[in-house]
């Protein structure tokens, strides 16, 4: 079992950068496929952004251009930079992990989640 930790979360003014973190257990880390998903109140789960083990990154449309997702392997970190934040940017980031799967945008391709760190965005 895999254990993903977030960090980094809290309150920003519109048009503000914010950079969260996600530590993850193990020593196999680069095997994973990474990626960080949204829920807002009332909302389905929504995805953000991933990053193959081997370097490929995806952005949803509505983030593209604006976040960037980075992992070390090294520290067994993976981070969203958030930059250029709107207030529909609120919600509970989570990290998550995925085995083998093709499809990262699914909330279904990940065996792992971590517990989520809150953004809010303020107008």
């Known amino acids: 079992q895999v254990q993903l930790v977030e960090s980094g979360g809290g309150l920003v003014q519109a048009g503000g950068s914010l950079r969260l973190s996600c530590a993850a257990s193990g020593r196999t880390f680069s095997a994973y496929d990474m990626g960080w998903f949204r829920q807002a109140p009332g909302k389905e789960r929504e995805f953000v952004a991933a990053m193959r083990g081997s370097g490929g990154t995806y952005y949803a449309d509505s983030v593209k251009g604006r976040f960037t997702i980075s992992r070390d392997n090294a520290k067994n970190t993976v981070a969203l930079q958030m930059n250029s934040l709107k207030p529909e940017d609120t919600a509970i980031y989570y990290c998550?992990?995925?085995?083998?799967?093709?499809?990262?945008?699914?909330?279904?391709?990940?065996?792992?989640w971590g517990q989520g760190t809150q953004v809010t965005v303020s107008s």
């Open positions: 998550a992990a995925s085995v083998g799967a093709l499809a990262l945008d699914l909330t279904t391709s990940y065996n792992y």
